[in-house]
């Protein structure tokens, strides 16, 4: 073990215990050496389990070996402490605030701004872009993410599966819906199983963009059929979905009634903009196996559906939406229907999830409920 005595700061001689390290003992590696590592460089730190077999010497020369129980703050490798604040930084990061971050943590925002500063500075590197509005990772923030986000997440799930061992099911769900599958299919079906069970939380984020599950960190999102990717698997929770064109009876007296999708060139259309693509929506049809989409204009662009329904019913224009929102309005005579012959079914919405993932038994319960 002459490695071991190669360049070491002063006061640091090896350790006692170190000459022949015990199996299933985690030890730390650094380098020691000024040639290798300038003044300001944070300590590289290598975790190692010993096996019975060997173990592994990674620089040879010039190399301290200290098993991970005799690190301590004056070696100035608190390992405690650098993983608080790491723990502390992925939060900030997803969060892209410390307030929010902040009140997650149950810590104030003056002392989770000091502890993202001193570990900035031990690390000699700025991993957050702070302005007056929001947060950002930094190039060099974003490359620990992705290296420490996979475990963090397996070590979440590895306690979510300990916590399953309780009597009552319990745990965090974060899942993300378009607007419609929101209150129409989740909402509906989360009432009673909240009441059913208690020690289940849900947050449910509405985006009717396509979002990333995995690098948002959702345990599922709620999309129709078409819409989810082939590397996921996808559980229908909802029949077909069919749309509508509707608009009042005042303005197809005022504007006439079209008869096939091209006649929507002379209306007015109550548009919708996707976040994802950030262009306007255009309004799918099909007849005897012809798909036709038709990109329509109008005063009114609008995200959200119901103030679409409300501006339809106002006169405003024409607005295409899913039927079962507008059925009520429909039957009373408020709204009326066109161009019905046209309007597709859609594959109804489904739950998508990554294959690889390890599911907890809320994750199990909540499929088990809204497949129903």
């Not at 607005?319 to 009373?332: F, G, I, K, N, T």
Request: hydrophobic letters at 40%.
């Amino acid at each position: 073990m002459d490695h071991l005595s190669g360049c070491r700061p002063p006061g640091h001689a090896a350790p006692a215990n170190v000459g022949s390290p015990g199996a299933g003992v985690f030890w730390a590696y650094y380098n020691t050496c000024p040639a290798q590592r300038n003044k300001s460089s944070a300590i590289t730190i290598l975790l190692h389990c010993v096996r019975p077999s060997g173990w592994h010497n990674p620089q040879a020369g010039h190399t301290l070996c200290v098993p991970v129980s005799s690190i301590h703050q004056s070696g100035k490798i608190m390992l405690k402490e650098n993983v608080n604040d790491l723990l502390s930084f992925m939060v900030v990061a997803r969060e892209r605030s410390f307030t929010r971050a902040a009140a997650q943590l149950g810590v104030s925002q003056s002392a989770l701004s000091h502890a993202m500063r001193h570990l900035e500075t031990r690390l000699d590197v700025r991993l957050l872009t702070r302005t007056t509005r929001s947060v950002v990772p930094t190039e060099a923030g974003e490359r620990l993410i992705q290296r420490l986000g996979p475990h963090l997440e397996e070590i979440e799930q590895a306690l979510a599966a300990l916590r399953d061992t309780r009597e009552r099911p319990a745990g965090n769900l974060r899942i993300t819906a378009g607007e419609h599958a929101a209150s129409a299919v989740l909402w509906p079906a989360l009432k009673p199983f909240m009441l059913q069970y208690p020690d289940i939380n849900i947050e449910i984020t509405v985006d009717n963009g396509l979002t990333d599950i995995v690098g948002d960190r959702f345990d599922a999102g709620v999309r129709l059929g078409e819409q989810v990717a082939k590397d996921m698997i996808a559980v229908r929770i909802a029949p077909d979905m069919r749309m509508a064109v509707v608009g009042s009876p005042a303005y197809l007296q005022r504007a006439g009634t079209p008869q096939t999708p091209w006649d929507l060139a002379q209306h007015r259309c109550i548009n919708l903009r996707l976040p994802t693509r950030g262009g306007l929506y255009a309004w799918e049809f099909a007849r005897d196996g012809r798909e036709i989409q038709v990109r329509v204009e109008g005063q009114l662009i609008l995200n959200s559906l119901p103030q679409r329904i409300d501006a339809a019913e106002a006169g405003l224009g024409l607005a295409y939406v899913p039927d079962d929102c507008v059925a009520e309005a429909l039957a009373s005579g408020r709204l009326v229907r066109v161009l019905a012959e046209w309007t597709p079914a859609f594959p109804g919405y489904h739950l998508y999830y990554p294959s690889r993932r390890q599911h907890t038994s809320a994750f199990t319960l909540l499929l088990e409920t809204l497949r129903r």
